[in-house]
């Protein structure tokens, strides 16, 4: 089992940056692909970009490519999603998933956390 922990939402202006960090306890983190999505009101959630298990970047929505990049500190058990030049239509929750499989596969990520806030304003 892992449990992940989301933080570092909140409400910023636009053209501001956050940091969320996602935490981890249980199995070893390292081998698992981390995923972070989001869900605005009223819209599905989406995938945004994942970090593999040795560290690659992948992202899968073009509109946060240059500005959203995620990092993973495997000693700490966190993965980090750094947000800048944050836009209005960046708000939503926020959620870090893990996964033992492909981090392609999006119904194959196994573990959630709660999700975390973020608010743009404009």
């Known amino acids: 089992q892992v449990q992940l922990v989301e933080s570092g939402g909140g409400l910023v202006q636009a053209g501001g940056s956050l940091r969320l960090s996602c935490a981890a306890s249980?199995?070893?983190?390292?081998?698992?692909?981390v995923g972070w999505f989001r869900q605005a009101p009223g819209k599905e959630r989406e995938f945004v970009l994942a970090?593999?298990?040795?560290?690659?970047?992948?992202y899968n929505l073009d509109s946060v490519k240059g500005r959203f990049t995620i990092s993973r500190d495997n000693a700490k058990n966190t993965v980090y999603l750094q947000m800048n030049s944050l836009k209005p239509e960046d708000t939503a929750v926020y959620y870090c998933?893990?996964?033992?499989?492909?981090?392609?596969?999006?119904?194959?990520?196994?573990?959630w956390g709660q999700g975390t806030q973020v608010t743009v304003s404009s």
């Open positions: 249980g199995r070893s983190f390292s081998s698992y692909a």
């Open positions: 998933a893990a996964t033992s499989g492909s981090y392609l596969d999006t119904v194959g990520y196994d573990y």
């Open positions: 970090i593999t298990r040795s560290g690659g970047l992948r």
